[in-house]
């Protein structure tokens, strides 16, 4: 028996049919394309968070942060992400003049769910490591507090630095920034804390 041969799209199908979408998004990886699952309020108020932490302090500098409906391009790994935020500071590149799809963050951050942590640990940030330009990645977790932040060195060795302390700071040299992680989870409660 014949092996079928698996569907494939290319990169400009997979970013025509987002850019005509409204309802679903899709990523796509060297011609799979995969469907993105909602999140919950505890993933929108912590990346809510740090997007208001970046934004305030990268006022008046030449950086910006993108929250989750901005694409990424992984060009040597043939793949479009939507991070749940990217930032960097200096200039811009994107694919086209659309300016929708972002060739060059310093910064990934993805906010951690039962779903996705396995991924956005293992196959999702060798992904990340192919951009030349990415410098951090900052995993968060949505149900207990805890940061973990990546951060490249000129070895091409990735360092991790852990905090869980809601009095604890996570300080981000590739935009300069630094989040206050009881700011982090302003507002977030955490399942041990709800009532039915």
């Known amino acids: 028996m014949a092996l079928q041969p698996k569907p494939s799209l290319s990169f400009d199908d997979w970013l025509d049919g987002e850019r005509a979408s409204f309802e679903t998004r899709y990523e796509y990886v060297d011609g799979e394309v995969f469907a993105m699952s909602g999140g919950t309020a505890e993933h929108a108020i912590i990346i809510g968070n740090i997007h208001g932490q970046l934004w305030m302090q990268m006022k008046g500098r030449p950086c910006q942060v993108y929250a989750s409906d901005m694409k990424l391009r992984i060009q040597a790994a043939e793949a479009?992400?939507?991070?749940?935020?990217?930032?960097?500071?200096?200039?811009?590149?994107?694919?086209?003049?659309?300016?929708?799809?972002?060739?060059?963050?310093?910064?990934?951050?993805?906010?951690?769910?039962?779903?996705?942590?396995?991924y956005d640990r293992g196959d999702k940030f060798a992904l990340y490591r192919r951009l030349p330009s990415l410098r951090e990645y900052l995993l968060v977790a949505q149900h207990r507090v805890q940061l973990e932040l990546y951060t490249r060195g000129d070895d091409e060795r990735w360092m991790l630095t852990s905090v869980d302390d809601l009095a604890g700071f996570v300080h981000l040299s590739s935009v300069g920034c630094t989040l206050t992680v009881a700011e982090v989870y302003d507002k977030v409660v955490f399942a041990a804390e709800r009532t039915v």
């Open 80 to 118: 479009g992400k939507y991070p749940d935020l990217m930032a960097l500071c200096g200039e811009q590149q994107f694919h086209d003049g659309r300016r929708d799809l972002l060739l060059n963050p310093s910064l990934i951050v993805e906010v951690l769910s039962s779903s996705t942590e396995a």
